[in-house]
């Protein structure tokens, strides 16, 4: 399950996509510079004067310092593996400099800050943005938030970034408890699995040295003895995931038991094939297969929006 | 991790790196204002802080809100037990102090920070109400920069930031700020007059008193301090030294010790008849904690903040506590008072019964022997002078009948007894006659063209009626003869003749030549400190257009100065601004020449492209330049120890640059 959909294309921020802004802090100083104003202005103090007028000065300059910090920025989002449902999609953003500093860049989604960073020329700074996923299928990442207030904090810049990046979601597998397999002959060997599938064929006694992972634990609870699973190999048997093998209406469920299956079939490194309505594997084994599966199971009557 | 929000302000607050800088530039904020408040203040705000310090390093938990709260209740009941009060101007800074430290205690947020240091540049403004020394000043703009310092590293706290870096931005800003600062100063409107006084802090005074008695002038002598700054403005006329009387208050009330002002004191200035031209100058004069003013005889003028009494004395609607200046023109040559009422008249002939009864005697005879009053007048001087009287700062104690004493007697003393006897022989002699106290004399300084006026120059004359000329001012120690003049006291008098060669249009050099060069010093820094006062402090709307005047900018009018301070304004902001966006970071030597090598390779598509990280672009061009693969292999072990160890880049950099340069050239 390794290929992950390509990265999309950098953007550059320009000073035309970007806003900058007072913040609270800039509102709150303005109030600040003010009052010293009235102050000074009363008492005709000079030295209120000067001090006021730099502050003001250095506000109104920062202003520059705020935009310059932001804009020149590269984003763009790096390979996002794909993800199950319930878990987070993680999308990695790549900032990257052309050619000089910002500092304390602000990545996030809808205004709400997920993290900070510096990216320097020869530093590219990446966070990770999540997002739940809940339904299978695509997750996109849409627009992604930039802002900055370095080095006053009082001015917020900001822009969005149309990122279009998006996160292939797995359903969420579910063991079935009761499962019919047909299995496609291979007519020559002809031999066939046990009802309730792809356990084990058959307990031996323990002998050290056995895997803990392939202990009949529930036995052993029992007291009734320590005895060691044992897989059957690869016989050459495939094994065929239909949907119609499911009794239940519900969709999503037997896409999630189908996943179920299929990882399960992909851990014993056994050949297995799959059909949905409209879509048919044939069986086969490795990775690449696995992923395809998955990758049906994932867009089943979904959007045919793909990139593979 | 969470999410944070920046537009709701509940950034984490990471306080490791940037404690102690907010807590420095709380520090620096306060610390001048230290010297106002009761010690017992400065040791709770420093607690404060060491405790804050502790509840960072240690993980401490900070105290609830309800117990600061208790704890300001608190502060603030003891401030109200020391000073009886809440609302008075030292209670209030002491409030101000110990609330501001309190909030430390309330500085878990992000904006809390932030809060702190806003408040730090507000309590730069209080400061500014109480001091105003150029070193004051320069040590407060210092604390401006530690405060910016201490927001950018604030603002950078998320992640680090290598200080250096922090540092020159904060500069840079700093710096760039000053040309918009003083375009807003030349510019901004002033008021024509000042409202009212700055607080100032002013304790002190200048010894001034506003009674007389044996003592309270000779005690001035050891003085230095500088009382006031005279500006001489008018061009042609100058006044030499025997003019040089800087009118104070007038004392009329004698009660056998001690003499005071007149109970028939009122505001409003009798008329002046037969004067001269007017003398211009503008007197800056140096806190006091009273209300007097000091001008040369006799002035006329007045504004909505100086009172003109009708004994031609001056004060201010407020107490002086801070450098203030004005304007004033004098009469050298006047006549005034021309009709004495019956009132006036009695005052100023008051003796107190039962006291020198020789004196009196003395003078009622010894008026009968010359014809007018003003002849009695110039009879007494010669006296003085024919007679061995001494002038002298360390007179003998009179008891009880002091003139006595003092004329028939010792007859040593300095401008007190003088005076005091003097006004006493005329009233005897049925001359109406009244102490005039202030100061006399006053030092050229060259190196800023005026005159100062210290504590030691305090003096005492007197002034006496006569029909058809009015009051007319005597100096009885003008009288005393050169050579029964204390050498101290002579020194002073020959320091005045020395001015007068000036005065009379002789050669500024010569008179800086005789000056020695510590005294050449001292002088300088005070020409400094004056201009200081009277150009910066002193900037108000006369400067202002003056300074036009000097720029050729006359067309300019108080008017004028909103808009086209706004049009300049946004002119130079945008200006830096675009030397802001244009300028180029120099950054990172090291990037500089990686790129330099990116660039040279570019031609062979070989570039380094933005988001390839650097360690994947050196394995690239091991694989085209295999002959180069040890030369590249160390650039990237030295590069990668480098930039994930950034502690020891001044060492390793400059190399490693060299290295990168050397391949260049090479490849």
């Known amino acids: 399950m390794s290929r992950r959909t390509p990265a999309s294309s950098s953007i550059t921020l320009v000073h035309r996509n970007s806003y900058i802004f007072p913040n609270h802090y800039g509102f709150l100083f303005l109030v600040l510079l003010l009052i010293m104003l009235v102050g000074a202005t009363n008492y005709q103090n000079n030295l209120a004067f000067t001090l006021t007028f730099l502050l003001i000065s250095m506000g109104l300059l920062s202003i520059f310092y705020t935009f310059k910090n932001l804009v020149g920025l590269t984003v763009k989002c790096g390979a996002v593996s794909p993800v199950f449902v319930d878990d987070d999609a993680i999308f990695p953003v790549i900032l990257a400099a052309e050619n000089k500093e910002h500092f304390s860049v602000g990545v996030g989604l809808q205004g709400n800050v997920v993290d900070f960073c510096n990216v320097l020329p020869l530093k590219h700074a990446t966070v990770s943005i999540r997002m739940p996923a809940s339904q299978r299928g695509v997750i996109k990442l849409e627009r992604l938030y930039i802002t900055s207030s370095f080095p006053l904090g009082m001015f917020r810049c900001w822009t969005w970034i149309p990122l279009q990046a998006e996160c292939l979601v797995y359903p969420k597998p579910i063991e079935p408890e009761f499962y019919q397999s047909q299995l496609i002959g291979n007519d020559e060997n002809g031999s066939l699995e046990k009802e309730g599938g792809l356990d084990f064929s058959h307990i031996r006694n323990y002998s050290p040295g056995d895997s803990m992972r392939h202990i009949e634990w529930k036995t052993f609870a029992k007291d009734r003895g320590l005895y060691t699973k044992?897989?059957?190999?690869?016989?050459?048997?495939?094994?065929?995931?239909?949907?119609?093998?499911?009794?239940?209406?519900?969709?999503?469920?037997?896409?999630?038991?189908?996943?179920?299956?299929?990882?399960?079939?992909?851990?014993?490194?056994?050949?297995?094939?799959?059909?949905?309505?409209?879509?048919?594997?044939?069986?086969?084994?490795?990775?690449?297969?696995?992923?395809?599966?998955?990758?049906?199971?994932?867009?089943?009557?979904?959007?045919?929006?793909?990139?593979? | 991790m969470g999410s944070k929000k920046i537009n709701n302000d509940v950034r984490n607050l990471n306080l490791d790196r940037v404690i102690h800088w907010i807590l420095l530039a709380q520090l620096l904020s306060l610390l001048p204002l230290f010297q106002l408040v009761p010690i017992w203040i400065v040791a709770a705000c420093l607690g404060v802080g060491f405790w804050r310090l502790a509840v960072n390093r240690y993980q401490l938990a900070l105290p609830s809100r309800l117990i600061t709260f208790c704890?300001?209740?608190?502060?603030?009941?003891?401030?109200?037990?020391?000073?009886?009060?809440?609302?008075?101007?030292?209670?209030?800074?002491?409030?101000?102090?110990?609330?501001?430290?309190?909030?430390?205690?309330?500085?878990?947020?992000?904006?809390?920070?932030?809060?702190?240091?806003?408040?730090?540049?507000?309590?730069?403004?209080?400061?500014?109400?109480?001091?105003?020394?150029?070193?004051?000043?320069?040590?407060?703009?210092?604390?401006?920069?530690?405060?910016?310092?201490?927001?950018?590293?604030?603002?950078?706290?998320?992640?680090?930031?290598?200080?250096?870096?922090?540092?020159?931005?904060?500069?840079?800003?700093?710096?760039?700020?000053?040309?918009?600062?003083?375009?807003?100063?030349?510019?901004?409107?002033?008021?024509?007059?000042?409202?009212?006084?700055?607080?100032?802090?002013?304790?002190?005074?200048?010894?001034?008193?506003?009674?007389?008695?044996?003592?309270?002038?000779?005690?001035?002598?050891?003085?230095?301090?500088?009382v006031f700054r005279v500006k001489i403005k008018s061009e042609e006329i100058k006044p030499d030294s025997s003019q040089l009387y800087w009118r104070g208050i007038v004392l009329s009330n004698y009660d056998g010790l001690t003499w005071r002002k007149s109970t028939t004191r009122a505001i409003g200035a009798p008329d002046i008849v037969r004067r001269s031209s007017p003398i211009e100058y503008s007197v800056i004069l140096e806190p006091h904690n009273k209300k007097w003013l000091f001008s040369l005889d006799i002035p006329d003028y007045s504004n909505s903040y100086i009172v003109l009494y009708n004994d031609f004395s001056m004060e201010s609607e407020r107490n002086i506590r801070s450098v203030f200046s004005y304007q004033l023109k004098s009469y050298l040559d006047y006549r005034y008072g021309l009709n004495l009422n019956p009132i006036e008249r009695q005052i100023n002939l008051q003796l107190p019964n039962n006291f020198n009864p020789e004196m009196v005697r003395w003078s009622v005879s010894r008026r009968q022997t010359v014809n007018t009053d003003a002849d009695f007048v110039q009879n007494i001087l010669n006296y003085i002078t024919q007679n061995q009287f001494f002038y002298t700062v360390t007179p003998p104690v009179y008891e009880e009948n002091i003139v006595d004493d003092f004329w028939f007697g010792e007859k040593r003393g300095y401008c007190e007894h003088y005076s005091n006897a003097f006004v006493y022989i005329m009233r005897a002699a049925g001359i109406p006659a009244r102490v005039v106290t202030g100061y006399s004399g006053g030092e050229y300084n060259p190196y800023g063209d005026y005159l100062i006026v210290r504590a030691k120059d305090a003096h005492a004359w007197t002034e006496i009626w006569l029909p058809n000329q009015g009051w007319i001012r005597v100096d009885p120690t003008a009288a005393i003869h050169p050579s029964r003049v204390e050498p101290m006291l002579a020194a002073r008098m020959e320091q005045r003749t020395a001015m007068d060669r000036f005065v009379d249009g002789e050669d500024i050099d010569s008179y800086i030549s005789d000056i020695s060069s510590l005294r050449a010093i001292q002088l300088t820094l005070d020409a400094f400190n004056h201009a200081w006062n009277e150009w910066f402090l002193g900037f108000d709307q006369d400067k202002q257009m003056q300074l036009f005047e000097l720029m050729g900018f006359d067309f300019l009018s108080p008017r004028d100065l909103l808009p086209w301070m706004i049009t300049l304004l946004i002119i130079l902001v945008a200006a830096i601004g675009l030397v802001i966006l244009r300028q180029k970071d120099n950054g990172d030597p090291l990037a500089r020449a990686l790129m330099r090598l990116s660039k040279k390779l570019s031609h062979k598509g070989l570039a380094w492209s933005k988001h390839e990280a650097p360690l994947t672009f050196f394995e690239r061009l091991k694989t085209h330049y295999p002959q180069y693969k040890a030369d590249i292999t160390d650039i990237q072990r030295r590069y990668s120890s480098l930039r994930y160890q950034e502690s020891r880049a001044s060492q390793n950099m400059p190399l490693l640059v060299k290295k990168i340069n050397t391949l260049k050239s090479n490849l």
């Open chain 1, 230 to 308: 044992q897989f059957s190999e690869p016989t050459g048997d495939d094994m065929m995931i239909h949907w119609q093998d499911f009794t239940t209406h519900d969709i999503e469920l037997k896409l999630s038991y189908m996943c179920f299956l299929v990882l399960a079939a992909d851990k014993q490194q056994k050949k297995y094939g799959m059909s949905l309505p409209g879509i048919e594997i044939a069986p086969a084994s490795g990775d690449e297969h696995t992923r395809q599966c998955l990758q049906k199971l994932a867009l089943f009557q979904r959007q045919p929006k793909t990139r593979v």
């Open chain 2, 71 to 226: 704890i300001g209740v608190l502060a603030a009941y003891l401030i109200y037990t020391t000073y009886g009060t809440l609302v008075s101007r030292e209670a209030g800074v002491s409030l101000i102090v110990l609330m501001f430290s309190l909030k430390l205690l309330e500085m878990r947020q992000f904006r809390d920070a932030i809060l702190i240091l806003f408040l730090s540049y507000f309590l730069l403004v209080v400061n500014f109400l109480y001091y105003e020394h150029v070193l004051m000043v320069i040590y407060l703009f210092a604390t401006v920069f530690v405060i910016t310092l201490a927001l950018v590293i604030l603002n950078s706290s998320d992640i680090s930031v290598g200080y250096k870096k922090l540092l020159s931005m904060a500069g840079t800003l700093f710096t760039l700020s000053i040309p918009v600062c003083v375009l807003l100063f030349i510019f901004f409107p002033r008021l024509a007059h000042p409202l009212w006084q700055m607080p100032g802090n002013s304790t002190g005074t200048t010894g001034f008193s506003e009674t007389m008695s044996p003592g309270t002038i000779s005690e001035l002598f050891e003085s230095d301090d500088i």
